[in-house]
T-cell receptor, first 116, second 112 residues
Framework: GAVVSQHPSRVICKSGTSVKIECRSL??????MFWYRQFPKKSLMLMAT?????????EQGVEKDKFLINHASLTLSTLTVTSAHPEDSSFYIC????????????FGNGTRLTVT | DAKTTQPNSMESNEEEPVHLPCNHS???????IHWYRQLPSQGPEYVIH???SNVNNRMASLAIAEDRKSSTLILHRATLRDAAVYYC?????????????FGKGTRLSVIA
């Protein structure tokens, strides 16, 4: 079945540094990928929609200059958390839909970011 | 997207069936009912979806009320690995390639 791979699964960084998270669709092409964030014991919150070859669309309240999204190919989207702060510590999850607009969404296994 | 209501938590004994309810009284005619689950420290995974008729797959069954205002996800024989948060989500078939909007879901605990 369709697989979405996310890397790294876990990262610890210092305040002020930047962290890049990769999301790959392994056996299908994804013109659109979605990035979510999840705080402990909370549900997933949509951050942005990543569009191949064009700018990402950000949800209200998500700073586009802080969470840089690049979707340079049909199988790869990256999320870079710039100048990370401890409050950015969270579980980041990407997803994509394989084929057909009513197909299920496939999710990566998430990236646990800890900013010290 | 129309709203869904689920119990915050449920508990089941291992190897017994589990019925996870979902209310969606404002569902529209073109809304599909999707179920996803999220195991601890993992991304969500697709479970099942349907429109009007009951659906079965290797993971679960989906029973949809005749008026479509509620549905029930049925795990026929719960295992410890089924402990997860289960999300019931409505999605309009005409919504294009849009993301899913997650509610709070039901946290299922399975007791050995």
């Amino acid at each position: 079945g369709a697989v979405v791979s996310q890397h790294p699964s876990r990262v610890i960084c210092k305040s002020g540094t930047s962290v890049k998270i990769e999301c790959r669709s392994l056996d299908f092409q994804a013109t659109t990928m979605f990035w979510y964030r999840q705080f402990p014991k909370k549900s997933l919150m949509l951050m942005a929609t990543s569009n191949e070859g064009s700018k990402a669309t950000y949800e209200q309240g998500v700073e586009k200059d802080k969470f840089l999204i690049n979707h340079a190919s049909l199988t790869l989207s990256t999320l870079t958390v710039t100048s990370a702060h401890p409050e950015d510590s969270s579980f980041y999850i990407c997803s994509a839909r394989a084929t057909g607009l009513n197909s299920p969404l496939h999710f990566g296994n998430g990236t646990r970011l800890t900013v010290t | 997207d129309a709203k869904t209501t689920q119990p915050n938590s449920m508990e089941s004994n291992e190897e017994e069936p589990v019925h996870l309810p979902c209310n969606h009284s404002t569902i529209s005619g073109t809304d599909y009912i999707h179920w996803y689950r999220q195991l601890p420290s993992q991304g969500p995974e697709y479970v099942i979806h349907g429109l009007t008729s009951n659906v079965n797959n290797r993971m679960a069954s989906l029973a949809i009320a005749e008026d479509r205002k509620s549905s029930t996800l049925i795990l026929h024989r719960a295992t410890l690995r089924d402990a997860a948060v289960y999300y019931c989500i409505l999605r309009d078939e005409n919504s294009g390639n849009t993301p899913l909007v997650f509610g709070k879901g039901t946290r299922l605990s399975v007791i050995a």
